[in-house]
């Protein structure tokens, strides 16, 4: 870390930068070889900006002279304005509804001529500023569940929205701030339940709901059961049993068919079951979806997964090399420069490269975590933990579902998944933290 007094280096994180360059070098190679076409003459197709590579390349100078302007920036600008960018970001994703551009199955962008803006991906640094700005205030109790509820409508109002927009990866990924929420005091009560309601609507899609059914009941019966004979309150402890047995099977009878069959896209619905290995039961099926789904000509709903697979397994131990691909470079993976680029570098660099990549983001993850701890303004550490658990939330799902551990939701690959409202996001998220942690000795509110 260099720690110069004079200058734009003075107090700043070196090493962050670092990993934050070469990650975006991996992204623009990783565009070049699954775009660049034989015979272009390379440098002058890098300055065209009409290929892919060209047109991230550029994006990436944007994305870091706006990162350079950050670094000139007070810190205490970005605490004095962080309620209005969150207004700003909610008002962004209302203008949405009027002026979106239907792309790829999502109503969430906004197009200026050939440019186009995705308002759920920003918001995500609005919504980083604001909670950290909330949960940073002096008089702050957040043992309440007053303060709790605050904290987690700042977080899920611009989820509901995005949801809206037909955008349900994005939407998820606002959940990950309620990592932060757990580190500054949210009960692991909370955390326990979350997970909980996450396995019971596993388990909801992976059993039969008779057999479900049975199974809650059975467990209720013996957690009743034990407790009647060794609490002295048995009445209310019981009463709080049987509700909890209630709202679990109305969950698995009623409000996860509700949400497949009139929340979820069809597509969406088709991807989570095929990721489990299932059929899609008739209960969990919009009107009319069934003969949508299986109309002549339309390619297996996992067949993005399949050629993703096969590309990372033809990569072997040591990769085929650059430009030496064939699933990636012929086009056999869908979206292999956007959502799938994990497989092209599994493709061409086979085992070793891809634990390379892991092992940057893992050092990448680590020091922004050893950054967020040496803060002394609570409002650093939260932010800092903000970007830590959106950078991870996006590394996990991407990978997994390239790799098919998880549905594919269209979630980018951090820094490395071409889209130019995706770098601007993330180089935006890392150098804010940046800038506030070489002013870690000031206490910021």
Same mark, same amino acid.
């Given at each position: 870390?260099?720690?110069?007094?004079?200058?734009?280096?003075?107090?700043?994180?070196?090493?962050?930068?670092?990993?934050?360059?070469?990650?975006?070098?991996?992204?623009?190679?990783?565009?070049?070889?699954?775009?660049?076409?034989?015979?272009?003459?390379?440098?002058?197709?890098?300055?065209?900006?009409?290929?892919?590579?060209?047109?991230?390349?550029?994006?990436?100078?944007?994305?870091?002279?706006?990162?350079?302007?950050?670094?000139?920036?007070?810190?205490?600008?970005?605490?004095?304005?962080?309620?209005?960018?969150?207004?700003? #970001?909610?008002?962004?994703?209302?203008?949405?509804?009027?002026?979106?551009?239907?792309?790829?199955?999502?109503?969430?962008?906004?197009?200026?001529?050939?440019?186009?803006?995705?308002?759920?991906?920003?918001?995500?640094?609005?919504?980083?500023?604001?909670?950290?700005?909330?949960?940073?205030?002096?008089? /702050?109790?957040?043992?309440?569940?007053?303060?709790?509820?605050?904290?987690?409508?700042?977080?899920?109002? &611009?989820?509901? /929205?995005?949801? /809206?927009?037909?955008?349900? #990866?994005?939407?998820?990924?606002?959940?990950?701030?309620?990592?932060?929420?757990?580190?500054? #005091?949210?009960?692991?009560?909370?955390?326990?339940?979350?997970?909980?309601?996450?396995?019971?609507?596993?388990?909801?899609?992976?059993?039969?709901?008779?057999?479900?059914?049975?199974?809650?009941?059975?467990?209720?019966?013996?957690?009743?059961?034990?407790?009647?004979?060794?609490?002295?309150?048995?009445?209310? +402890?019981?009463?709080?049993?049987?509700?909890?047995?209630?709202?679990?099977?109305?969950?698995?009878?009623?409000?996860? &068919?509700?949400?497949?069959?009139?929340?979820?896209?069809?597509?969406?619905?088709?991807?989570?079951?095929?990721?489990?290995?299932?059929?899609?039961?008739?209960?969990? *099926?919009?009107?009319?979806?069934? *003969?949508?789904?299986?109309?002549?000509?339309?390619?297996?709903?996992?067949?993005?997964?399949? *050629?993703?697979?096969?590309?990372?397994?033809?990569?072997?131990?040591?990769?085929?090399?650059?430009?030496? #691909?064939?699933?990636?470079?012929?086009?056999?993976?869908?979206?292999?420069?956007?959502?799938?680029?994990?497989?092209?570098?599994?493709?061409?660099?086979?085992?070793?490269?891809?634990?390379?990549?892991?092992?940057?983001?893992?050092?990448?993850?680590?020091?922004?975590?050893?950054?967020?701890?040496?803060?002394?303004?609570?409002?650093?550490?939260?932010?800092?933990?903000?970007?830590?658990?959106?950078?991870?939330?996006?590394?996990?799902?991407?990978?997994?579902?390239?790799?098919?551990?998880?549905?594919?939701?269209?979630?980018?690959?951090?820094?490395?998944?071409?889209?130019?409202?995706?770098?601007?996001?993330?180089? +935006?998220?890392?150098?804010?933290?940046?800038?506030?942690?070489?002013?870690?000795?000031?206490?910021?509110?």
């Amino acid at each position: 870390m260099n720690r110069n007094d004079t200058g734009i280096s003075k107090g700043i994180d070196v090493s962050l930068i670092w990993l934050y360059l070469l990650l975006v070098m991996v992204g623009i190679m990783a565009i070049f070889a699954v775009t660049y076409k034989e015979g272009d003459a390379v440098l002058a197709s890098f300055f065209s900006f009409k290929t892919d590579y060209s047109k991230q390349m550029y994006y990436f100078f944007i994305a870091f002279v706006l990162g350079i302007f950050i670094l000139l920036t007070d810190s205490k600008f970005f605490t004095a304005t962080a309620n209005i960018w969150y207004a700003l #970001g909610i008002v962004m994703l209302l203008l949405v509804f009027p002026f979106h551009s239907r792309v790829k199955g999502t109503e969430s962008i906004i197009r200026f001529g050939g440019f186009q803006f995705q308002p759920a991906e920003f918001c995500k640094v609005c919504v980083c500023l604001a909670l950290a700005k909330y949960l940073s205030l002096p008089n /702050l109790d957040f043992s309440k569940t007053r303060s709790q509820l605050i904290a987690a409508g700042i977080v899920l109002l &611009p989820s509901m /929205l995005t949801i /809206l927009q037909s955008e349900t #990866g994005l939407a998820l990924v606002y959940f990950s701030f309620f990592i932060v929420m757990y580190r500054e #005091g949210l009960p692991a009560t909370v955390l326990v339940v979350g997970f909980s309601l996450a396995a019971l609507v596993v388990a909801t899609l992976l059993v039969d709901k008779n057999v479900l059914a049975v199974a809650l009941t059975v467990v209720a019966a013996l957690v009743g059961y034990i407790i009647y004979r060794q609490s002295r309150r048995k009445r209310g +402890i019981l009463t709080k049993v049987v509700f909890i047995w209630i709202i679990c099977v109305g969950i698995q009878r009623f409000g996860v &068919p509700f949400v497949f069959k009139h929340v979820m896209q069809p597509y969406q619905v088709e991807r989570i079951f095929s990721t489990i290995g299932r059929d899609i039961p008739e209960e969990y *099926q919009k009107t009319g979806s069934k *003969q949508e789904l299986q109309k002549p000509g339309k390619k297996d709903v996992d067949y993005n997964v399949k *050629q993703s697979k096969i590309a990372i397994g033809s990569g072997g131990f040591t990769g085929k090399g650059l430009l030496k #691909g064939t699933q990636t470079r012929y086009d056999f993976v869908p979206e292999q420069r956007t959502d799938f680029i994990f497989c092209t570098i599994g493709e061409g660099f086979g085992f070793i490269g891809t634990t390379v990549l892991l092992g940057i983001y893992m050092l990448l993850l680590f020091r922004i975590v050893a950054v967020a701890e040496r803060q002394r303004s609570v409002f650093s550490r939260c932010y800092a933990y903000g970007v830590a658990a959106v950078l991870f939330f996006h590394v996990t799902i991407n990978i997994c579902m390239t790799i098919g551990l998880a549905p594919v939701i269209g979630i980018p690959l951090p820094f490395i998944s071409y889209g130019g409202t995706a770098l601007l996001t993330f180089t +935006i998220l890392l150098f804010i933290l940046i800038r506030l942690d070489a002013d870690r000795q000031m206490v910021l509110r």
